[in-house]
């Protein structure tokens, strides 16, 4: 298991950070998931390497941007 910080656009509330964390936890590989609003970050456990575009398909559904590089 690994630990991976990311970094979200547009969450303003503990509503969005539930949004988000409901739809990390959809993604396979994804055990663990916490996000902050006033950080701007989400912070996931990984058991396996999940590819980038899985995660971040997950939070655009949440209706948010993940910020790559």
């Known amino acids: ?6 970094v979200i656009t547009g969450m303003t509330c503990g509503h969005c950070e539930g949004k ?8 396979a590989g994804i055990s663990q998931a916490t ?8 912070l996931i456990t990984l058991e396996h390497e999940v590819a980038t575009e899985l995660i971040e398909r997950a ?7 993940m910020v790559t590089g």
């Open 35 to 42: 996000a902050s609003s006033s950080t701007g970050k989400a």
């Open 1 to 6: 298991m690994s630990n991976q910080e990311i």
């Open 59 to 65: 939070v655009e559904l949440a209706g948010y941007r």
């Open 20 to 27: 988000v964390i409901k739809e990390l936890l959809q993604v």
